[in-house]
């Protein structure tokens, strides 16, 4: 089937969809991004990634391009048009195109900038293999720029980090920095040592996950001890169980890292316990 995908106020089959090859997006990662998830035909948080998204777009002196009711009715149509159950909707906002290339931003009186919207098919997002089996993670070095809190779409060292666990025979890495786990390449990490949650605290070194803030909440609600300190890939080695957290892959609960067994090598109950009560939250709010 042909994706209706929206670009610059048009909705178009993906087939017919363009932008400006001198758009920034494509030429200097110059854009911000956001994936939100959609479970039972409906937009999970909906709220907390506009509000992320004008975070990030405010941080990088960016223009929203449109309210953001006008981006709720976009993905709305998007995931009505393109029939999505579950699913997610990837959205772009670049700086745009000035009809050059140049390092200076061009002027945003004059520059609009650039959105993208289009929709990915996930027939079994919620109820996937990958969750049932758990992940298996490798350690790598943090080498990205300074400013993870924005969520911006330089993906190339997560990306390589996704293929350097491929070819290690893992699913996905957990990045170091000083000797201290930052987050994964596209999730926020966590591992659970005699019942404590530990993840790192929020800066500017990881994202901001709206995964994580849900979860976060939904541990305290339901009595479990949670602590936010910097911690090392040791200790996440000898936990009692792990998971990652992101608006693709919910609550992932994750069973060896860096060869080292967790647990029985099962998903553990604290990561089954979350991904559970997050998703039916998740259900139960989406809009
Ligand atoms: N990634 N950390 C990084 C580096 C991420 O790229 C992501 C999300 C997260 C989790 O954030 P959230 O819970 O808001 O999805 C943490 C998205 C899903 C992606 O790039 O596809």
Same mark, same amino acid.
């Given at each position: 089937?042909?994706?209706?995908?929206?670009?610059?106020? /048009?909705?178009?089959?993906?087939?017919?969809?363009? *932008? &400006? $090859?001198?758009?920034?997006?494509?030429?200097?990662? %110059?854009?911000?991004?956001?994936?939100?998830?959609?479970?039972?035909?409906?937009?999970?948080?909906?709220?907390?990634?506009?509000?992320?998204?004008?975070?990030?777009?405010?941080?990088?002196?960016?223009?929203?391009?449109?309210?953001?009711?006008?981006?709720?009715?976009?993905?709305?149509?998007?995931?009505?048009?393109?029939?999505?159950?579950?699913?997610?909707?990837?959205?772009?906002?670049?700086?745009?195109?000035?009809?050059?290339?140049?390092?200076?931003?061009?002027?945003?009186?004059?520059?609009?900038?650039?959105?993208?919207?289009?929709?990915?098919?996930?027939?079994?997002?919620?109820?996937? /293999?990958?969750?049932?089996?758990?992940?298996?993670? *490798? &350690? $790598?070095?943090d080498?990205?720029?300074?400013?993870? %809190?924005?969520?911006?779409?330089?993906?190339?060292?997560?990306?390589?980090?996704?293929?350097?666990?491929?070819?290690?025979?893992?699913?996905?890495?957990w990045m170091i920095e000083d000797g201290h786990v930052t987050e994964?390449?596209?999730?926020?990490a966590?591992?659970?040592?005699?019942?404590?949650?530990?993840?790192r605290p929020?800066?500017?070194d990881i994202?901001?996950?709206?995964?994580?803030?849900?979860?976060?909440?939904?541990?305290?609600?339901?009595?479990?001890?949670?602590?936010?300190r910097l911690f090392t890939i040791d200790e996440a080695?000898?936990?009692?169980?792990?998971?990652?957290?992101?608006?693709?892959?919910?609550?992932?609960?994750?069973?060896? *890292?860096?060869?080292?067994?967790?647990?029985?090598?099962?998903?553990?109950?604290?990561?089954?316990?979350?991904?559970?009560?997050?998703?039916?939250?998740?259900?139960?709010?989406?809009?």
């Amino acid at each position: 089937m042909t994706r209706t995908v929206y670009v610059n106020g /048009e909705y178009l089959p993906e087939t017919e969809a363009k *932008i &400006s $090859i001198f758009d920034r997006g494509f030429l200097m990662a %110059d854009a911000v991004y956001e994936v939100t998830s959609v479970l039972g035909g409906k937009l999970v948080d909906f709220e907390g990634h506009a509000v992320r998204l004008e975070r990030s777009l405010n941080e990088l002196g960016m223009n929203a391009p449109c309210t953001k009711e006008e981006l709720l009715e976009i993905h709305r149509k998007l995931v009505e048009e393109n029939e999505i159950d579950e699913g997610l909707v990837y959205l772009q906002v670049t700086r745009g195109s000035d009809g050059d290339r140049d390092f200076v931003f061009p002027d945003p009186e004059t520059t609009q900038p650039g959105l993208v919207l289009f929709t990915q098919n996930k027939p079994n997002l919620a109820d996937s /293999e990958a969750s049932k089996k758990g992940a298996k993670i *490798i &350690s $790598i070095e943090d080498i990205r720029w300074g400013r993870r %809190d924005i969520k911006t779409t330089q993906l190339l060292y997560p990306s390589m980090g996704k293929m350097m666990a491929k070819a290690a025979g893992a699913d996905d890495a957990w990045m170091i920095e000083d000797g201290h786990v930052t987050e994964g390449t596209s999730n926020n990490a966590y591992f659970v040592k005699n019942g404590t949650i530990v993840t790192r605290p929020l800066s500017k070194d990881i994202l901001h996950g709206i995964t994580r803030a849900a979860v976060m909440r939904l541990a305290e609600e339901a009595q479990l001890k949670v602590e936010e300190r910097l911690f090392t890939i040791d200790e996440a080695k000898e936990a009692d169980e792990a998971f990652t957290t992101s608006a693709s892959a919910f609550v992932m609960p994750v069973i060896e *890292i860096d060869g080292a067994t967790l647990g029985d090598g099962t998903p553990g109950p604290i990561a089954k316990q979350l991904r559970e009560i997050y998703l039916d939250e998740a259900r139960k709010k989406a809009i």
